[in-house]
């Protein structure tokens, strides 16, 4: 069992940057990959960026290629998100995601969720 709690959100500019954190409770966090989604309103939930459980795969939706970087500590039990470069379309709520499995931007993959966090950029 993990519980997740995601921070960092809020309302910046567009073209500024913010940085999003997900705490994981347990002591195995690092047999969990790691996802990071995100809900716009009147949208599906996407898949933004995934990494493995060492860190050493990563994988990131088209559009935030280049923008967003995902990383874990595990001896923290935190995962973040790192977005520069936001634009008014990254405006939605975010959501971390653990998984057993193999990390992918798949929601149906992942077994344990965060309550979100929004993210509001203005243009």
């Known amino acids: 069992q993990v519980q997740l709690v995601e921070s960092g959100g809020g309302l910046v500019q567009a073209g500024g940057s913010l940085r999003l954190s997900c705490a994981a409770s347990?002591?195995?966090?690092?047999?969990?990959?790691m996802g990071w989604f995100r809900q716009a309103p009147g949208k599906e939930r996407e898949g933004v960026a995934a990494?493995?459980?060492?860190?050493?795969?990563?994988y990131y939706e088209h559009s935030v290629k280049g923008r967003f970087t995902i990383s874990r500590e595990n001896a923290k039990n935190t995962v973040y998100l790192q977005m520069n470069s936001l634009k008014p379309e990254d405006t939605a709520v975010y959501y971390c995601?653990?998984?057993?499995?193999?990390?992918?931007?798949?929601?149906?993959?992942?077994?344990?969720w965060g309550q979100g966090t929004p993210v509001t950029v203005s243009s």
């Open positions: 995601a653990a998984t057993t499995n193999r990390g992918t931007l798949i929601d149906t993959d992942y077994n344990y």
């Open positions: 347990g002591r195995t966090f690092s047999r969990y990959a």
């Open positions: 990494i493995s459980g060492n860190g050493g795969s990563t």
